[in-house]
């Protein structure tokens, strides 16, 4: 590898005694902590002790004399960079800790824009906007400049193209050049909105990035003094760095940078939001004469594990290439479970973990069942309730927590109990109808007044028309519709199609596409839905009778009555986790199931259709680095889909995984029953216990 110039070596040999035991680090370790000087890609592989390289490396360059001021270190989360922080702090002194800068992107451009930020027309003490009033702004431009009435046009989904118009780094002309009509309109509102953020001197969140890098463009000697003062640069998780945060990178590196970059592009997992893949592949052309080092030694899975991970990753054809290896054994080998259905899935899944704790071969902490759509936990939540399994959820609420379904179910309360106040003043505008935040207080005020129920208030003509022409029809509207649906649900029998037909006659179903931006938040919430949907499907196919509303809801009661008795117990730090792929990424568990490796599920239908083939894989590859001992892949014959039981496929990747590190098992193999004398062993030992 060529030498920078200016530059002796990569390495700055100090033969001073470390603060670190080095020699406990591996030889790409210690390479990746002892070179300094230019620039350095550091590949860190799933489980290859990337953090406690960082730290040492940090530590070793103060060690070496390099001033703590002069180093800078970002990442992407304000928990990463105080744990990085408080993590360097044990190997240096705290004064030398306390003078680093760690920081996310936008703290570290929330503290150039503090110092600089006059030069671009702002004044001191600026403030941040929230995303509420960036949307009444963008309305506000929208309807002066007449697009409101637009078909296709929200302000939510304007605010979005704004969004990833900055983090490009395109202004408003650029969008106004642009010979697409809808770019065009997008630039208006963009020139419109960013004059009236300046002109009252706030700044959103994607400011906190373009504006330091428009900074370094416009002011070269603000560039000259902070690359004086940041000398040194670590970036982590750098496979996430969007096209703006590579700029502000490479403005900040200079001619002659020294930059360590660390990240592993087969867990570049977050397209979706931004983040550029090729910023990672393209570092050794960005920056001239760099070294890369390649961390491949895994400290968390099983090598059979690791195999599987290696081989299907393999098959993506745009990666650095690596092949990751451990110590820790063959272990054993990757499970694949067919299923007849998601509730057979469901319920041995509830069995493997319920009869390893009774059998005292896990603890329930050990756990994790991931998936890859949220709305997959809703079966596996009732099936381990049912066998008094300890769970919590990750990343996202429980099922019955999460604000579509808290809102799905005030709809029905709302008709099943006419005096639900709480219901009812929920989903008075849930989607917008017109009536607002305002009328609902003043509706909320006189029930309070009278002493009489928010029902009773919709039925009094005079009190109604209290509130106003439009808001009095806009509230008749709505009450008349949930008088009629209370009638229909009074007879027994259709629940589903019942419920269904209630929630899209209300407008919910089609105004969650208004309420949710970007797109696939919108479609994950109804997917949600239609999740809730078939668990009414469900029940009333296994009633003996009629199920009625009040059956349903008893029984939402009695989950979200466990979930919330489960959430105050300190004891569920040992409890199961679920969670869905994204968010596993940087954890491990001793025994992980993967749920739902079905094509169209996952790979996800929208992937396919997308061509985004290779991050679904790289998101299959991360969910099988998440098991260090144990990995069951689970899939289905059929699952049940808009009240149909579909036939479905197994999943691409589970082809793609070599057949001699894999297993085909079946539920009764992978369940371990323990014998009577083993319970009643266990028995004893618990009354001798108490």
């Given amino acids: 590898m ?32 002892e070179t300094i000087y230019g620039p350095v890609l550091l590949l860190a592989g799933a489980g290859t002790g990337k953090t406690m390289v960082i730290t040492y490396r940090i530590a070793h360059l103060i060690r070496m004399g390099i001033q703590p001021a002069n180093i800078l270190a970002v990442t992407f989360t304000n928990k990463a960079a105080k744990e990085m922080q408080e993590r360097v702090g044990t190997l240096v002194s705290r004064r030398q800790a306390k003078e680093l800068t760690v920081s996310t992107f936008h703290s ?4 150039i824009l503090a110092k600089y930020g006059a030069l671009l027309g702002y004044s001191h003490g600026f403030t941040l906007i929230d995303y509420g009033d960036q949307i009444g702004i963008v309305k506000e431009a929208m309807s002066r400049l007449s697009y409101l009435d637009e078909s296709g046009m929200d302000a939510p989904a304007c605010l979005a193209a704004l969004s990833r118009a900055k983090n490009k780094n395109l202004t408003p002309d650029d969008l106004k050049s642009s010979e697409s009509i809808n770019d065009l309109k997008v630039g208006n509102v963009y020139e419109m909105y960013q004059d009236y953020l300046q002109a009252i001197n706030v700044m959103d969140f994607d400011d906190l990035i373009m504006l330091p890098v428009r900074l370094f463009d416009e002011f070269p000697h603000v560039l000259r003094e902070i690359r004086e003062r940041y000398k040194f640069l670590m970036v982590d998780e750098f496979q996430d760095t969007n096209y703006i945060q590579m700029l502000m990178i490479r403005q900040l590196c200079g001619e002659r940078p020294n930059i360590c970059s660390v990240g592993d592009d087969d867990q570049s997992i977050y397209s979706w939001r931004g ?122 609420k429980s099922f019955y927590e999460r604000r579509e379904i808290r809102d799905a179910l005030a709809y029905l309360n709302s008709v099943y109990n006419r005096h639900h106040n709480l219901s009812l003043l929920r989903i008075m505008d849930v989607p917008p109808r017109g009536i607002g935040a305002k009328t609902m207080k003043a509706i909320r005020n006189m029930a309070d007044t009278e002493n009489i129920s928010v029902s009773d208030i919709l039925e009094d003509e005079d009190m109604v028309d209290s509130l106003g022409p439009a808001q009095a029809k806009a509230v008749r509207e709505f009450n008349e519709k949930i008088k009629h649906w209370r009638n229909v649900f009074e007879e027994p029998g259709e629940l589903y199609n019942k419920v269904k037909d209630f929630l899209t006659d209300m407008d ?25 949907l078939t668990s009414i499907d469900t029940k009333e196919k296994r009633a003996e009778g009629p199920l009625s509303l009040g059956d349903f809801l008893q029984t939402v009661s009695l989950a979200e009555e466990y979930s919330k008795k489960k959430s105050e117990s300190e004891e569920d730090r040992d409890s199961v986790t679920l969670l869905t792929v994204h968010a596993s990424k940087g954890l491990e568990f001793p025994f992980v199931f993967i749920i739902g490796a079905e094509q169209n599920l996952f790979p996800h239908e929208r992937s396919l259709k997308e061509r985004a083939l290779a991050e679904e894989r790289r998101l299959f590859y991360v969910a099988l680095t998440r098991a260090k001992k144990d990995l069951v892949l689970s899939w289905c014959h059929s699952r049940k889909i808009r009240q149909e039981q579909i036939i479905r496929k197994k999943s691409q990747f589970l082809f793609e995984l070599p057949e001699e590190f894999t297993k085909e098992i079946s539920k009764a193999e992978l369940i371990k029953r323990i014998s009577k004398d083993d319970m009643a062993d266990r028995l004893r030992q618990l009354r001798d216990m108490f």
Wanted: glycine share 4%.
């Fill in 508 to 532: 919910y179903l089609e105004g969650l596409g208004r309420m949710y931006k970007p797109r696939s938040d919108a479609e994950a919430r109804y997917q949600n839905i239609e999740e809730l």
């Fill in 275 to 396: 983040a550029e893949i090729t910023n990672i592949l393209n570092f050794d052309k960005e920056f001239e004469n760099s070294k890369v080092i390649k961390l491949e030694q895994n400290y968390r899975c099983t090598n059979n594990i690791l195999a599987c991970a290696n081989k299907v990753i393999a098959i993506n054809s745009a990666r650095h290439e690596k092949n990751l290896w451990s110590d820790n054994g063959d272990g054993e080998l990757v499970k694949v479970l067919k299923n007849d259905t998601a509730e057979q899935e469901a319920q041995s899944i509830a069995e493997v973990i319920h009869d390893r704790v009774i059998a005292r071969e896990n603890e329930y902490g050990d756990f994790a069942i991931l998936y890859r759509s949220n709305k997959q936990s809703r079966i596996v939540e009732e099936k381990l309730r049912a066998m008094r399994v300890k769970y919590h959820v990750i990343g996202d």
């Fill in 2 to 33: 060529p030498i920078n110039e200016g530059y002796n070596e990569h390495k700055f040999v100090n033969n001073s005694d470390s603060l670190m035991n080095l020699d406990s680090l591996n030889p790409q370790q210690r390479d990746a902590v």
């Fill in 108 to 111: 570290f451009g929330l503290r």
